[in-house]
């Protein structure tokens, strides 16, 4: 080797060559090396107080998952119950019957369900709080669990 770019690009070739796995550790985002075959998620590399990834990463993600966890079930709550809503409106015998504050189309629904599932992406990246996701899912304030909802979390309103 004559200079390290060419060491570098050597090393790169006998990774490829050698169908060598690189994963990205799910606790400080940095790139390993797996030791086993079996499916890794966290690195070895010493974060904190002689812990490593390994015992770290876990914990955090169930802490974020339990966070996360009450909105998401609201968001499923509220989705079935439109779409219930939409479905039971297209299916209805009466075709001359008046359409009802409750009541959603096809259209309706489809739209809202595209605003929906881009604020849930938002609310799960973590860019906008739980308060605000969930007043933006809901068509109606009578549809939301009011419990869920913190007021003191976010000084925005929708």
Same mark, same amino acid.
């Given at each position: 080797? !004559?200079?390290?770019?060419?060491? /570098?690009?050597?090393?790169?070739?006998?990774? /490829? !060559?050698? #169908?060598? !796995?690189?994963?990205?550790c799910? +606790?400080c985002? #940095?790139?390993?090396?797996?030791?086993?075959?079996?499916?890794? /998620?966290?690195c @070895?590399?010493?974060? =904190?107080?002689?812990?490593?990834c390994?015992v770290?990463?876990?914990?955090?993600?169930?802490? =974020?998952?339990?966070?996360?966890?009450?909105? %998401?079930?609201?968001? @499923?709550?509220?989705?079935?119950?439109?779409?219930?809503?939409?479905?039971?409106?297209? +299916?209805?015998?009466?075709?001359?019957?008046?359409?009802?504050? $409750? #009541?959603?189309?096809?259209?309706?629904? +489809?739209?809202? &369900?595209?605003?929906?599932? $881009? %604020? !849930?992406?938002l609310?799960?990246?973590?860019?906008?709080?739980?308060?605000?996701?969930?007043?933006?899912?809901?068509?109606?304030?009578? #549809?939301?669990?009011? @419990?869920?909802?913190?007021?003191?979390? &976010? &000084?925005?309103?929708?």
């Amino acid at each position: 080797m !004559r200079s390290h770019k060419e060491l /570098l690009f050597f090393s790169f070739l006998e990774l /490829l !060559r050698g #169908d060598t !796995r690189i994963q990205r550790c799910g +606790c400080c985002g #940095d790139y390993f090396i797996p030791r086993t075959k079996k499916k890794t /998620l966290y690195c @070895d590399r010493v974060v =904190r107080d002689g812990k490593t990834c390994k015992v770290i990463g876990p914990k955090l993600t169930q802490r =974020r998952y339990r966070d996360l966890y009450k909105p %998401l079930q609201e968001y @499923d709550r509220i989705y079935k119950m439109y779409y219930t809503r939409a479905e039971r409106y297209e +299916c209805r015998f009466d075709i001359n019957r008046a359409k009802t504050a $409750n #009541d959603l189309t096809n259209d309706e629904f +489809c739209t809202w &369900s595209a605003k929906a599932a $881009n %604020l !849930r992406q938002l609310y799960i990246v973590g860019e906008i709080q739980a308060d605000i996701f969930l007043r933006g899912i809901a068509l109606d304030e009578r #549809d939301l669990r009011l @419990d869920l909802i913190n007021p003191a979390q &976010s &000084s925005v309103t929708i």
